[in-house]
């Protein structure tokens, strides 16, 4: 991997007015994408990783909203740029692939059609016939059968699975170095789900991109992802390597999230874990650390879980950062204890 970041994100907040109050979805999110790698956000619907995800292509922008940090790519301030060149780092620098392949889809379009309009946007001199043979050739790349046929198909003649691979093929056509997956493989079976993972982690090696995978499941984490970041009403609560947050997490609801997870080990037994109470409102987030509600271990530090916000810092003797009032020992011994909430 590259030593300087492809993409750097510093104290971003993204907040909506609504009729209800101003809702805080994003607050203070910083950090670095590398060239190749995956990055992999999680955390509860609520949290902040979508809304994240869509400011990084500007996605946000509306008269309700506002956007303040910024987002560096390569010198230039996504979050400021003029339209026009915005438009041209949309599919060309960062592209995105939604969650649901289906609504992402024009029913009235083959999907020839939809994936080459894609590439038509970023290179408009090229002839018919070179972007008939730019969509095939990705028709092919994203593993659908007999392409020459199925190109001049409508979606509602794919499967789920062949649909997701559609919208890949629209996300990747203009070679992107940064692609952002938003929950690509929710509504797909299992099998599916990692047959899209596995051609998103091919591409990726083909092509060097960085990957923001967006997702509330840990095992698409564990699977796919270099680094995690996991989000909690609209902040990063812990930033770790994928194998020190499996093996030594280091923030309360990280615990809460990997005691959900089950386990196909049979030598142990017993209930999955559940993270009492419910994601906080946006618009009336809980003084403090937004998660003290719902942590066990809000009464260990006295009323500095209600009162003060906690940063977000590095763990000594450990790469990760946390953003919990514990100490240190406190939570490398708990998380490395397996303890859950
Ligand atoms: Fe729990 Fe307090 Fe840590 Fe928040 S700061 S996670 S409430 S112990």
């Known amino acids: 991997m590259s030593n300087s970041p492809l993409l750097s994100v510093s104290n971003l907040c993204v907040s909506f007015n609504t009729p209800d109050g101003v ?23 609520g949290s902040g990783k979508s809304v994240t995800a869509s400011s990084l292509l500007r996605l946000n922008n509306s008269v309700t ?6 987002v560096q790519l390569e010198g230039r301030d996504v979050l400021t740029v003029d339209e026009p060149t915005m438009r041209s780092i949309r599919g060309q620098d960062i592209a995105m692939v939604f969650q649901d392949p289906l ?10 059609d939809q994936i080459a309009e894609a590439y038509i946007i ?41 649909r997701q691979r559609i919208v890949i093929a629209i996300a990747l056509i ?40 967006i997702t509330h499941d840990l095992g698409v984490v564990a699977e796919v992802a270099d680094s995690t970041l996991v989000m909690y009403g609209g902040r990063i609560v812990e930033r770790a390597t994928v194998s020190e947050i499996f093996a030594t997490p280091t923030h309360p609801y990280s615990w809460g999230l990997l005691g959900a997870v089950g386990s196909l080990d049979t030598s142990t037994r017993g209930h999955l874990t559940t993270i009492p109470g419910t994601p906080p409102s946006l618009i009336s987030l809980p003084t403090g650390c937004s998660f003290h509600p719902r942590c066990a271990y809000a009464k260990d ?14 763990v000594s003797g450990t790469s990760s950062s946390s953003a919990c009032h514990m100490s240190d020992a406190q939570l490398v011994s708990l998380g490395a204890r397996g303890d859950t909430l």
Request: glycine share 8%; proline share 6%.
């Open 103 to 112: 609504s992402a889809l024009n029913p009235y379009y083959t999907v020839g």
């Open 65 to 70: 909203s506002t956007t303040t940090g910024s």
């Open 301 to 314: 530090t006295g009323s500095r879980c209600t009162t003060e916000v906690p940063e977000l810092h590095k």
């Open 122 to 162: 970023h290179h408009s001199s090229a002839t018919k016939d070179d972007v008939r043979a730019r969509v095939l050739e990705m028709l092919k790349k994203v593993g659908i059968p007999n392409p020459e046929k199925r190109i001049d198909e409508y979606p509602h003649q794919f499967s789920g699975g062949m």
């Open 23 to 45: 809702v805080q979805a994003v607050n203070d999110v910083s950090f670095d994408l590398f060239p190749g790698q995956t990055l992999g956000i999680v955390g509860e619907s």
């Open 174 to 213: 203009n070679s992107p170095r940064i692609l952002i997956a938003d929950e690509p493989t929710t509504a797909l079976d299992v099998t599916v789900q990692a047959q899209i993972l596995d051609l998103m982690l091919d591409l990726q090696r083909e092509t060097g991109m960085a990957i923001i995978l």
